[in-house]
């Protein structure tokens, strides 16, 4: 039995730490992590090939479907055990949620700081309960637009379905009264005016997807175009 097991512990830990700030001392000499031609999260804010904007830009197809919330309808479909229809006051009495964090468009554009309210994703899922063999999700929009992702990217945090935006209602031209936000990926991911979640069990290219844009779409691994 050692008699001073704390005092071989404290030595131990002091001599650990020692190396790491060691170790970060070097890798700030050298500029580590910030000298690669990949970035990642960790190392800066904006991936690589994009600027930062102040205003918010408007992309689509050109058609703005103006959908009162009397009217907006939320389908879950496909592969799930119970087909989900919401209508506005069902999705608002769902659990909301607040989320900050930034937009990163294809066109090389990346806004900081945005401020969704919305329902998570989630808990839309959890809602329909996808079946097994549910592995993508196909998103359609009341302009006739469409985008796919995994079934496990919808599901992870932060992919919500979002109503407000920096503490006001989403402009029609934005995608109000809700659209999907997934920050992780290109905004075209994040489809506008949605009104349908398809859950498949097969891959399934999206309006952009299918014209040589990237099917993953990862800003940080800049999976713009196919
Ligand atoms: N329904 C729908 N969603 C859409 C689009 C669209 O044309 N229709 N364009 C996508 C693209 S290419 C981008 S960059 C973003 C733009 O969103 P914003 O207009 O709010 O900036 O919406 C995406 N979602
Ligand atoms: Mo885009």
Known sequence: MADHPMTDDAVLHGALREKLVRAKEQWAREGRLLTGETSTPQAQRLPPGQRLVQDFPVLDLGVQPEVKPERWRLRVEGLVEEKVALDWDAFQSLPQQEWVNDIHCVT????????????????????????????????????????????????????????????????????????????????????????????????????????????????????RYA
């Open 108 to 223: 090389a554009w990346s806004r900081y700081d945005n401020r969704w309210k919305g329902v998570a994703a989630r808990d839309i899922l959890m809602l329909a309960r996808p079946k097994p063999e549910a592995r993508f999700v196909v998103f359609h929009s009341y302009d006739g637009y469409t985008t796919n992702v995994p079934l496990e990217v919808f599901a992870a945090e932060e992919a919500m379905v979002a109503h407000t935006w920096n503490g006001a209602p989403l402009d029609r031209v934005h995608g109000g009264p809700a659209r999907i936000v997934i920050p992780r990926y290109y905004f075209w991911k994040s489809a506008k005016w949605v009104t349908r979640i398809e859950l498949l069990a097969e891959d399934r290219p999206g309006f952009w997807e299918v014209r040589g844009y990237h099917n993953n779409a990862d800003p940080w691994l800049e999976e």
